[in-house]
T-cell receptor, first 114, second 115 residues
Framework: NAGVTQTPKFQVLKTGQSMTLQCAQD?????MSWYRQDPGMGLRLIHY???????DQGEVPNGYNVSRSTTEDFPLRLLSAAPSQTSVYFC?????????????FGPGTRLTVT | AQSVTQLGSHVSVSEGALVLLRCNYS??????LFWYVQYPNQGLQLLLK??????LVKGINGFEAEFKKSETSFHLTKPSAHMSDAAEYFC?????????????FGKGTKLSVIP
C-alpha cells in the first residue's frame, strides 16, 4: 500500500491564481480530511469527508473548496490564492469516522503564495 | 467545545535524560486522546492513543502517557531520550460519542535532544 499520497510536494502561486492540491489513499478509508499547518498554530482542520459524496467544513474553510467523487480521492481547491494561504497542507484518512480511529497522514504540500 | 493546551513550544533534554511533554485538555464529555509525532519534512504519525481501556498507555519507540481525569492531563513521557526522538509532538483530543469526526490538535512541542 502506498498509504496517503499528496501532489505536488511544493508549489508557488501568485495572488489570485487557483490550483488543486491532490490527495489519494489506497486503504479504502471512509474518512478523509485536509489540515493546514502554520508555525505555532498546530494543525487546523479545513474540510473533511465521511464518504464519497459527503463533505463538511472544518475550522478554517474560507477560500477552499472540496469534493469527494470517489472513496480514494479528496482534492482541495484554492479558488483565488492569497498570501494568508501560504502554509503546509496535510491530507489524512482513517478507516471510519469513529472518534478512536488513527488518522494516517500524507507527506504534505508546501504552498507559497506571493 | 474541546481544546488542547501543550505547555512549552520548545523542550530541550540531554541524551539519556527523561522526556516529559505536557498536555492538558478540555472536553465536555469523556475524551479520546492522542499523541502524534512529526519528524522534519514529514507527515504526522501516531505515537499512542487513550480510548478509556487503561489510564497508562504505551506507544511506539518507548513512549508512554498517563490519562489523569482529575488533572485533565495526558502527559507524554520517555525514560531515556535518544537523538532520534528529536521531532515535533502534537497532542490531540476527540470527543467520544456519535458524530464526532474531528481531531483538535494542540500547537505542538518541538523536542530537541542534546548529545
Amino acid at each position: 500500500n502506498a498509504g496517503v499520497t499528496q501532489t505536488p510536494k511544493f508549489q508557488v502561486l501568485k495572488t489570485g491564481q487557483s490550483m488543486t492540491l491532490q490527495c489519494a489513499q489506497d486503504m479504502n478509508h471512509e474518512y478523509m480530511s485536509w489540515y493546514r499547518q502554520d508555525p505555532g498554530m498546530g494543525l487546523r482542520l479545513i474540510h473533511y469527508s465521511v464518504g464519497a459524496g459527503i463533505t463538511d467544513q472544518g475550522e478554517v474553510p474560507n477560500g477552499y473548496n472540496v469534493s469527494r467523487s470517489t472513496t480514494e480521492d479528496f482534492p482541495l481547491r484554492l479558488l483565488s490564492a492569497a498570501p494568508s494561504q501560504t502554509s503546509v497542507y496535510f491530507c489524512a484518512s482513517s478507516h471510519t469516522s469513529g472518534s478512536i480511529d488513527e488518522q494516517y497522514f500524507g507527506p504534505g504540500t508546501r504552498l507559497t503564495v506571493t | 467545545a474541546q481544546s488542547v493546551t501543550q505547555l512549552g513550544s520548545h523542550v530541550s533534554v540531554s541524551e539519556g535524560a527523561l522526556v516529559l511533554l505536557r498536555c492538558n485538555y478540555s472536553s465536555s464529555v469523556p475524551p479520546y486522546l492522542f499523541w502524534y509525532v512529526q519528524y522534519p519534512n514529514q507527515g504526522l504519525q501516531l505515537l499512542l492513543k487513550y480510548t478509556s481501556a487503561a489510564t497508562l498507555v504505551k506507544g511506539i519507540n518507548g513512549f508512554e502517557a498517563e490519562f489523569k481525569k482529575s488533572e485533565t492531563s495526558f502527559h507524554l513521557t520517555k525514560p531515556s531520550a535518544h537523538m532520534s526522538d528529536a521531532a515535533e509532538y502534537f497532542c490531540a483530543v476527540s470527543e467520544a460519542g456519535a458524530g464526532s469526526y474531528q481531531l483538535t490538535f494542540g500547537k505542538g512541542t518541538k523536542l530537541s535532544v542534546i548529545p
